[in-house]
């Protein structure tokens, strides 16, 4: 029977350790400005700002659709014109290919200059561009 009881603590622990977590997002000195759990974004305060769905749809609040990120990395809004583009290498660029700013494999967010503007540990470089382009979370 204790050994019934050690296994079902240990399964219990492994689902506890194992719960997705929100990701932070901050800015860059470090204090939170939201949060990134399984697609959906919320602002510091816990209150939900939109979605970000598999298909790579961007939606407000209500459900209303902002924008998509294709997975080629272009960046639409939601009458599907081009308003920019994510890399394979995080480079994020307008609608005209200037570089606007980089999306760091450690989560880093950089602008032009290479200045740190925030933080997305954990969130994709995809998230992290809908962060930017769709709800201004990073400035």
Same mark, same amino acid.
């Given at each position: 029977m204790k050994i019934i009881a050690k296994i079902a603590l240990m399964l219990v622990m492994l689902l506890c350790t194992t719960a997705v977590q929100a990701q932070t997002v901050q800015n860059s000195s470090h204090s939170t400005i939201g949060y990134v759990k399984d697609g959906t974004v919320y602002n510091s305060s816990h209150s939900t700002m939109g979605y970000i769905r598999n298909d790579g749809t961007v939606?407000? *609040? *209500?459900? *209303?659709?902002?924008?998509?990120?294709?997975?080629?990395?272009?960046?639409q809004n939601s009458s599907h014109s081009t308003i920019g583009y994510i890399r394979s290498d995080g480079t994020v660029q307008n609608s005209s290919h200037s570089t606007i700013g980089y999306i760091r494999s450690d989560g880093t967010i950089q602008n032009s200059s290479h200045s740190t503007i925030g933080y997305a540990k954990g969130v994709s470089q995809q998230h992290a561009a809908a962060l930017l382009f769709f709800f201004g979370m990073i400035r």
């Amino acid at each position: 029977m204790k050994i019934i009881a050690k296994i079902a603590l240990m399964l219990v622990m492994l689902l506890c350790t194992t719960a997705v977590q929100a990701q932070t997002v901050q800015n860059s000195s470090h204090s939170t400005i939201g949060y990134v759990k399984d697609g959906t974004v919320y602002n510091s305060s816990h209150s939900t700002m939109g979605y970000i769905r598999n298909d790579g749809t961007v939606q407000n *609040s *209500s459900h *209303s659709t902002m924008g998509y990120i294709r997975n080629d990395g272009t960046i639409q809004n939601s009458s599907h014109s081009t308003i920019g583009y994510i890399r394979s290498d995080g480079t994020v660029q307008n609608s005209s290919h200037s570089t606007i700013g980089y999306i760091r494999s450690d989560g880093t967010i950089q602008n032009s200059s290479h200045s740190t503007i925030g933080y997305a540990k954990g969130v994709s470089q995809q998230h992290a561009a809908a962060l930017l382009f769709f709800f201004g979370m990073i400035r």
